[in-house]
């Protein structure tokens, strides 16, 4: 018997021929029926498949990023439920926001976020420092970053605002508030149930000013929607004396280092995306303009660029339709629109698992590459690149390569998801297309 997704998804795909014909709105539920079919855990996203092998007969993960990629697909969905207005996608998004209040919890220690959640009686393969929760239900990975509070404050702010109910805005206000506690509890660092700082958890001055700007935006960050989802004068106060008094808000205009994107290696693209996590609320919710004048000055430069072209070239559309949305900078659009258009499933799937789909929805799917071939020291374009688990942190510049091989690994569609939905909910791309 098919599922409601699935049903759905053969009625939307009935008509097509091929993948480049499928509109965004189909590719989108292809994406959307695999993420529910593989990559969830009670809501929680799991990051990276790992295929069986002749050592192992169950299919695993590997989730370093669970509590980031929950946090976005949280916000997807949260923006998916606004757009259509459909019950079954305000459930699903409240079942991600379950997930993310288990990693707020997992770990025991107030405000000290998991990186995943595991259940004890399941098996698992995947490195990292695991240790056993205190209901004895879970095991759950530390060593947290400020990457992975960055993705679940995205994920809590658009949740907060679009699909949860009063008993629900409080939880994410405790679960919020916890977690800028913890860290102002800790010297401004995340610190582990070990008693030892995490590795990359750092928001002090001395390592913001000297060694990762970009940590001043995401504490920015961190506060402001504290302040939001909880109406607490408290928070508010702390958020303007970082801004102001600990000068934040101006270092953060530098958050995006000005380096050679030409240069393999030179520009960490991961970063760019957790920029774009920060800037977000930010934008959404800052009113004093003074402050936002720091803000949209970061966001433009990181846009734009220095000496150096900043992520505009990219064509990526969660930038894009946030820069068009508050800063009035639609110049990308297109370009965005373009890269969901030429979005290839075999940048996510192995040949079989799109073969599969293939005959189940009864399309077919045609690797040729349908952008124009990208001109010397631009970024490649999406379906010009090799496989890999996120479009938006791959270095757009330096992944020209074949997909036609098939890969130990298989990884979902939730960057194509949140560059959609969030074009969707901003009204940059509409139903039909």
């Given amino acids: 018997m098919l599922t409601r997704i699935t049903l759905i998804l053969a009625l939307l795909l009935t008509a097509s021929v091929c993948a480049n014909a499928l509109t965004l709105k189909q590719k989108a539920s292809l994406f959307q029926h695999d993420m529910e079919a593989r990559f969830l855990l009670n809501g929680q996203a799991l990051c990276k498949l790992k295929l069986p092998t002749e050592s192992r007969e169950f299919v695993a993960y590997n989730m370093p990023d669970n509590a980031y990629m929950t946090g976005i697909y949280l916000g997807t969905l949260s923006m998916k439920y606004a757009a259509t207005g459909a019950a079954a996608d305000r459930a699903a998004a409240r079942e991600s926001l379950e997930a993310l209040h288990l990693l707020c919890a997992v770990s025991g220690e107030p405000g000290l976020l998991a990186r995943a959640a595991w259940p004890k009686d399941r098996p698992m393969d995947d490195d990292g420092i695991w240790r056993d929760s205190a209901c004895g239900n879970y095991r759950w990975r530390g060593d947290v970053s400020t990457d992975q509070v960055a993705g679940v404050m995205y994920g809590f702010t658009l949740a907060y605002d679009l699909i949860a109910n009063d008993d629900e805005k409080e939880r994410i206000a405790q679960d919020v508030t916890a977690m800028v506690e913890h860290v102002m ?192 020291n631009r970024p490649v374009p999406v379906d010009r690149r090799i496989k890999d688990w996120s479009a938006w942190v791959q270095d757009p510049y330096h992944s020209a390569g074949s997909r036609d091989e098939d890969n130990p690994m298989e990884f979902n569609g939730h960057d194509y998801l949140l560059g959609y939905w969030m074009g969707r909910y901003y009204g940059f791309i509409d139903d039909a297309q």
């Fill in 185 to 376: 509890a800790n010297d401004m660092r995340i610190v582990d149930v070990d008693g030892e700082p995490t590795q990359w958890g750092r928001y002090d001055p001395a390592y913001v000013s000297g060694l990762e700007r970009m940590n001043a935006l995401l504490w920015l960050q961190a506060l402001k929607v504290a302040a939001h989802v909880s109406a607490d004068e408290r928070y508010d106060a702390l958020y303007r004396k970082w801004a102001t008094e600990h000068d934040y808000a101006e270092i953060a205009v530098n958050a995006r280092l000005d380096l050679n994107p030409t240069f393999q290696g030179a520009v960490n693209h991961s970063d760019d995306v957790l920029l774009y996590l920060g800037y977000l609320p930010l934008l959404m919710y800052e009113t004093d303009m003074d402050i936002r004048g720091y803000i949209a000055q970061s966001a433009r430069r990181s846009w734009e660029g220095d000496r150096f072209p900043g992520v505009k070239p990219e064509g990526n559309p969660f930038y894009t339709f946030i820069m068009a949305r508050y800063l009035e900078d639609a110049s990308g659009v297109e370009d965005a629109i373009n890269t969901l258009r030429w979005f290839p499933l075999d940048a996510k799937w192995n040949p079989d698992t799109v073969a599969a789909y293939e005959e189940q929805f009864e399309f077919t799917f045609d690797p040729t590459p349908q952008s124009p071939e990208p001109e010397p």
